[in-house]
């Protein structure tokens, strides 16, 4: 270490005090005793003496102070501040800041001359001109920085974040500042420059363990720091102002900006080339962090616990304050996940599947259990400390559940009929063609809701959409926790009917949360993550009290959506009945899958009324994996094993069937009453909105007598004259069209063309119009007219 000897620029005093002689003015030896001469004459004598009075004050808080200043060794052997500890629900130590604290001293010739003039150029430029305080850094902390609403450069001085860091506490309070600003003048006086920046840098924070500059060059480069180059000095001279939100293993990449905004600094200063600096940047952008033994558990949990708690309550109450955090996190669940992951990622590697994420909560709380971001979050090689549980993907067909209980609230119901047709959707001929298809290419022509979302049909689901509104269903959506639906004016424009298919990005935190609406009874309680913070003497800062929750949808149509999901029987005309989506012994559990196009995601999101389980498959750079099929492989062995384990030991736990849910006996193919010779089956409606007659698509026609293949002439009618004969007639109207065209029956009589051929004439209904009457006799050539038979439509409700 250095010499210790005190510097040979020693200053006599800290004040010189001079007492003017009054006398010595004649202005003030000549005064009259006038009222107001004698007024002025005491305001300057109480101001003079006032002012000996602060002076005198100042400095005898300098010497109470400054009377205990440790000597250099101390200060840099000071017991650094106590860790902060983040434990699960039940008191595991998941990471400790400090844990096995990893701290080398080093001398500062051993320090590289950039990683030096990095530090002073991004936090103190002026550090070997001031007097331990910057009279500008004050300026710009108080004023500018605020204005412009970012840190630009260090607002205190490297000699008072010494003085902070090793003999002051990370309290937020004006005698605090005095005090910091007191000893860091005195530090200054005392020490040398070269000193000062030396026990700076082995003694502050650079993220996990990592005390000082030889021990976060080992963590992050895996290389003493004499070793560093341009590029690593420039990293690690960044990290000290928030080592959580620039740590490489945080998820996020703002290290980048930050050694950025270091290297932009050092050339600005004249300490490198702009060359220089473009070389090292590049460097940044492609390096490989070591993040050796940083002594973590549940990390992408750990992670985000730590960047709530610093927007909360600082970086530095966090790094050094000694808190101790309970989390919702259960480590049993956590730890199984995470090896669940990993494992089923590792047997995805011929399916071109490079990562994964799950998550579980319990809906009744909100509470976050298990939380995992990547296979691996030590694999830098593949961004493994990246959380995809907090990044933003497409979410495929996994959110459909939601348009469809917008449609429940709005008098539709799980007997609903629907045509699966190709459909173009939009609104005229000079919009761009809209035509999905589902995920197997075929269609169904009718088919009721429980059908359409068991087994996840994509053109009846647009079709919902269409029907009830994007708008309605992005508000929903938004208030069941997909914050990136929030139903703006931007985000409208920029969304249209693929939204229910995966239009706009979601998170696996968002989703999770809004099935946990559905699982809670229709319910909502936000998710949360930390359920108390304690200060080193044990003070509560922080308590979770849980909130009423709030209602989003009736219990009644969280209940349908739950039983449609939870249908195996329905849903096996995709899956099987023996797919990843069933979890023995456990009937009650509700689940939903999703794919994007082109396979760059899949998803599967279930629950129960205890758990909430959603899991993840893709790829980072967001490039098609192989032949991925949903509920067989991808997510959803993911979320089987992690729901199995979850539930292993419990109850089933059917959902309960509210009072004004009833069932009834519906005819199976048409969604309505039951018809004699079809096929029938059971079906749940919320109290009145049961069918109260056969579905509209069976029409019982008129025929003419005297035109073959006519529908009935007017005079017919009237006269009894005409034959009837049952048809299916599937009609929908077109709620998107501006033109007068219905893309929705092109559709669905395109369909019916390629289904059934002239052997099935009970799908093709006379569309001509007999025009016999008796006096004139049968007409040779009769004029078609358009029927006025009417027929069944489906029109969005109001």
């Known amino acids: 270490m250095f010499d210790y000897a005190r510097k040979s620029r020693r200053r006599s005093s800290y004040f010189t005090l001079s007492i003017p002689n009054f006398g010595r003015f004649g202005k003030f030896n000549n005064f009259s005793n006038t009222p107001k001469d004698v007024l002025i004459s005491k305001i300057f ?96 902390g108080l004023i500018i920085d605020p204005i412009l609403r970012q840190r630009v450069t260090g607002g205190s001085t490297i000699t008072q974040q010494l003085v902070k860091n090793v003999l002051l506490t990370s309290e937020r309070s004006l005698p605090r500042k005095i005090k910091e600003l007191m000893l860091a003048i005195q530090v200054d006086r005392k020490y040398t420059k070269d000193e000062i920046l030396e026990m700076y840098l082995n003694d502050v924070p650079y993220g996990g363990t990592a005390i000082g500059v030889q021990a976060a060059s080992q963590i992050y480069f895996n290389k003493d720091v004499k070793d560093l180059n341009l590029a690593e000095s420039a990293f690690l001279a960044g990290l000290p102002q928030s080592p959580s939100t620039y740590s490489p293993f945080s998820g996020d990449k703002y290290y980048l900006s930050r050694t950025k905004n270091v290297l932009a600094q050092m050339e600005s200063q004249g300490y490198i080339t702009k060359k220089q600096a473009e070389k090292a940047y590049k460097e940044i952008e492609n390096k490989k962090f070591s993040g050796s033994d940083i002594g973590i558990k549940a990390p992408h949990f750990v992670m985000f616990v730590k960047q709530a708690l610093v927007k909360q309550f600082g970086e530095s109450a966090v790094e050094n304050g000694g808190l101790r955090v309970t989390t919702t996190l259960d480590y049993k669940i956590e730890k199984e996940a995470e090896k669940i992951v990993n494992e089923e990622i590792k047997k995805l590697k011929n399916y071109k599947v490079g990562n994964g994420a799950a998550m579980v909560t319990n809906p009744k709380t909100g509470e976050i259990l298990a939380m995992v971001g990547s296979e691996d ?47 173009n959707f939009k609104a005229n001929d000079d919009e761009k063609d809209y035509i999905p298809v589902n995920y197997d290419g075929k269609y169904r022509g009718p088919v009721q809701v429980r059908f359409a979302l068991a087994n996840s049909l994509n053109v009846p689901a647009v079709k919902m959409l269409s029907m009830v509104g994007v708008k309605n269903v992005m508000q929903k959506a938004y208030e069941m926790g ?19 298919l995966g239009g706009r990005d979601v998170r696996l935190l968002d989703e999770v949360e809004a099935y946990g609406v559905f ?93 909430v389980v959603g899991s993840w498959v893709g790829n980072n750079d967001n490039t098609p994996m192989g032949n991925i099929t949903s509920g067989v492989t991808g997510a959803a062995p993911i979320f089987n094993r992690l729901m199995t384990f979850v539930l292993k030991g419990k109850e089933d736990e059917p959902f309960n069937k509210p009072d004004n849910v009833e069932a009834a006996i519906i005819d199976a193919y048409g969604g309505g009453a039951p018809v004699d010779g079809k096929p029938q089956r059971s079906e749940y409606f919320i109290k009145g909105t049961q069918p109260s007659g056969p579905s509209n698509i069976y029409q019982k026609i008129k025929l003419s007598k005297h035109d073959n293949g006519k529908l009935a002439s007017p005079w017919e009618i009237e006269h009894g004259q005409y034959d009837t004969k049952d048809y299916i007639v599937l009609k929908e109207d077109d709620p ?43 007409s040779d050539t009769p004029t078609p007219t358009p029927s006025e038979t009417p027929t069944p439509t489906l029109t969005p409700t109001p």
């Open 45 to 140: 004598k109480y101001s003079f003496f006032g002012l000996i009075g602060l002076i005198l004050l100042m400095a005898v808080l300098f010497i109470w102070y400054g009377r205990d200043l440790p000597a250099p060794g101390k200060l840099v052997e000071a017991q650094v501040s106590q860790s902060s500890g983040i434990y699960d629900r039940n008191g595991e130590l998941l990471f400790s800041v400090y844990q096995n604290q990893n701290r080398i001293y080093v001398t500062l010739d051993k320090i590289p001359k950039f990683l030096r003039q990095g530090t002073i150029a991004i936090e103190d430029k002026s550090f070997y001109e001031n007097e331990g305080f910057s009279i500008t850094g004050y300026i710009r």
């Open 377 to 423: 979050y030590f694999n830098t090689d593949n961004d493994g400390n990246f959380n995809a549980a907090a990044g933003f993907r497409q979410p495929g067909s996994s959110l459909k559940p939601i348009t469809y209980a917008v449609a429940f609230s709005r008098g539709y119901t799980p007997s609903t009929l629907l045509i699966d047709s190709q459909t």
């Open 482 to 500: 997909i914050d990136n639906w929030q139903p703006t004016d931007e985000n409208l424009r920029n969304v249209g009917y693929s939204l229910v």
């Open 519 to 611: 699982a809670n009874g229709g319910q909502k309680q936000s998710l949360v993550s930390i359920l108390e913070v304690k200060d080193s003497k044990g003070n509560t800062l922080y308590k979770y009290n849980q909130p009423s929750p709030q209602r989003i949808f009736g219990e009644d149509i969280s209940f349908l959506i739950s039983h449609i999901l939870l249908d195996n029987t329905v849903r096996s005309a995709t899956f099987g009945t023996n797919s990843y989506l069933v979890i023995p012994g456990h009937p009650s559990v509700s689940v939903k899958t999703g794919t994007t196009d082109e396979k760059r995601d899949n998803w599967t999101v279930g629950y129960t009324k205890s758990f």
């Open 736 to 778: 998107i069209s501006q033109d007068g065209k219905n893309r929705w029956m092109e559709g669905i009589t395109e369909w019916i063309k390629k289904t059934y051929a002239a052997d099935h004439p009970e799908y093709y209904p006379p569309t001509e119009t007999s025009s016999y009457k008796e006096e004139e006799g049968s």
